[in-house]
């Protein structure tokens, strides 16, 4: 009896201190280690989600550029509706514009929200926005803006000022230049091109040519000319002329009619020529050194 009372005894020794070991390593310490295993292995999700440092660079720099681009778009479509005088070579469209914006700002949120680890790495949204901004991005450079001049809109008014110029040059004679604004305007509509000017949204179409008499010098005031005007300024004695282009003020975009420029490549210089025109005349070459 005493040797089963002592064997019992130690059997609940043996069980109360396996119990108080359980309970320790069950306390504070064992859940602050479990809190830690929660946060390690969130954050290795988030950094997964994200590509690590070097995957969230390169998206928070697509969402840049997406946003300056399509919201920039959609900003400039409005100010051209606007704005009495717009220098520009077509307008936004404004369906891409908003479907731009909207998927930039989609994109925008996701990045940041991986980054904070609140979306679960399946998460099929993510793919579908990704996707999305991949195929716009794809139809936008290869097939909208592939149809779109990539010539600055004030190199293309210098190339019709200087066009005029070389013309009116052409048919300059030892006397005097030629004035007539009608030959001018023929010229404007065949070679000129259509001006990359819009007045309140609408395309200004092709330029018109202004003569204007007893110049000094180029014209720089617009007067009442309308923007996608060429003012030919004629000198007193018909022997010069300067020719000028009524757009927006260089360096803007967006504002009142005026003068673009009275220097540079902005200016048509025509003169009377030097000497007789020879047709059909051939070079004369110096014989060849023995």
């Known amino acids: 009896m005493r040797a089963t009372s002592a064997t019992d005894a130690a059997a609940t020794a043996t069980t109360g201190v396996a119990s108080t070991a359980v309970a320790q390593a069950t306390g504070p310490d064992a859940l602050s280690?479990?809190?830690?295993?929660?946060?390690v292995t969130a954050s290795t999700s988030a950094q997964h989600d994200t590509g690590g440092r070097g995957g969230f660079v390169l998206r928070a720099a697509i969402a840049v550029f997406l946003v300056w681009l399509y919201a920039g778009d959609l900003v400039r479509f409005i100010k051209v509706q606007s704005a009495p005088v717009a220098l520009i070579n077509a307008v936004p469209s404004l369906a891409l514009s908003l479907i731009g914006t909207a998927l930039a700002f989609a994109f925008t949120a996701i990045v940041l929200l991986d980054v904070g680890g609140r979306l679960q790495p399946d998460w099929r949204p993510r793919s579908l926005v990704h996707a999305a901004v991949a195929a716009l991005v794809f139809i936008d450079f290869s097939i909208i803006s592939s149809r779109l001049t990539p010539i600055l809109p004030e190199v293309r008014v210098a190339a019709v000022i200087q066009g005029l110029a070389d013309a009116a040059s052409e048919a300059a004679t030892l006397d005097q230049i030629p004035t007539d604004r009608r030959a001018f305007e023929e010229w404007a509509r065949e070679s000129g091109g259509p001006a990359p000017l819009f007045k309140e949204g609408n395309a200004v179409g092709t330029w018109h040519v202004e003569?204007?008499?007893?110049?000094?010098?180029?014209?720089?005031?617009?007067?009442?000319?309308?923007?996608?005007?060429?003012?030919?300024?004629?000198?007193?004695?018909?022997?010069?002329?300067?020719?000028?282009?009524?757009?927006?003020p260089l360096g803007k975009r967006f504002g009142q009619a005026d003068i673009i420029s009275t220097q540079g490549a902005f200016v048509g210089d025509v003169e009377v020529i030097s000497e007789p025109r020879r047709r059909n005349e051939q070079p004369v070459w110096d014989p060849p050194t023995p």
Do not use: H, K
Request: aromatic residues 6%.
């Open 33 to 39: 280690q479990g809190r830690e295993r929660e946060n």
């Open 211 to 248: 003569v204007r008499e007893n110049c000094i010098g180029p014209a720089e005031f617009a007067g009442n000319s309308p923007a996608g005007t060429l003012i030919y300024c004629v000198a007193p004695n018909r022997r010069r002329a300067w020719i000028t282009a009524v757009a927006i």
